[in-house]
């Protein structure tokens, strides 16, 4: 980078309020190769795995439930949770809960899962 | 991981709640080979870069500023910045701000500068 040119701060509330889509996570920052991704997530997802990597849910606003094969974990606001590389699981939520992700580029939202719900070409936003 | 075990939520709020000092950073989750680490501020640190890897600064609560040899950033809570690799820069605060930095396992607090600030032995909360 140019020491002339400086970086943008970027305000997740502002970005949350530029789509209203459910599952369909919007990239809004790139850190070596990680995306942080806004999503908008509202019922129940897939079972899947991301036999690669760990992935990290941090709850921007409301609350959701992440369901594993040995229980589940309830997060809410403010509150981030690992999830293991390998390990199957299945977001959901009651009410609309707002989320932001962490993971490398190359993760797919559905993991090994595949189906109808895979988002491929995420946008920038 | 065994399909019987399943993660804990890390509540971002709880974890600040243990700690008061200023500068000193405490991890509290690990992604692939990524530490999520939590750590106040207040005053000015020394200028800095990472020559290897780009880094987050993600505002839980306050106001901070980062200033860069090109001009500042300033954030505020729910706002996040990525440093780039390599680009100098001095993270300062007026009155004390909670932050979550992420970056990789190796990365050093003062970077390329080190000095009495450097914080090598981080200790898990």
Redesign the interface.
């Known amino acids: ?13 502002e970005k949350l309020a530029l789509f209203s889509e459910h599952w369909s996570p919007k990239i ?5 190769d ?1 995306y ?1 991704k806004l999503v908008k997530v509202e019922g129940e997802f897939v079972w899947h795995s991301h036999p690669d ?4 849910f941090l709850v ?1 606003q409301g609350e959701m439930r992440i369901d ?8 809410k606001q ?11 699981h299945r977001p959901c939520a009651e009410r609309e809960c707002q989320i932001l992700l ?3 580029v190359e993760t797919i939202n559905t993991g090994d899962a595949g189906g109808e719900r895979t988002v491929i070409d995420l946008e920038w936003i």
Do not use: H
Request: net charge negative; proline share 6%.
């Open positions: 980078m140019s020491q002339e040119s400086i970086p943008a701060a970027i305000n997740l509330g809004v920052a790139k850190m070596n990680y942080f990597t760990d992935e990290v921007v594993f094969r040995g229980g589940a974990v309830e997060l403010g509150e981030l949770l690992v999830v293991p590389r390998g390990a199957d962490i993971e490398p």
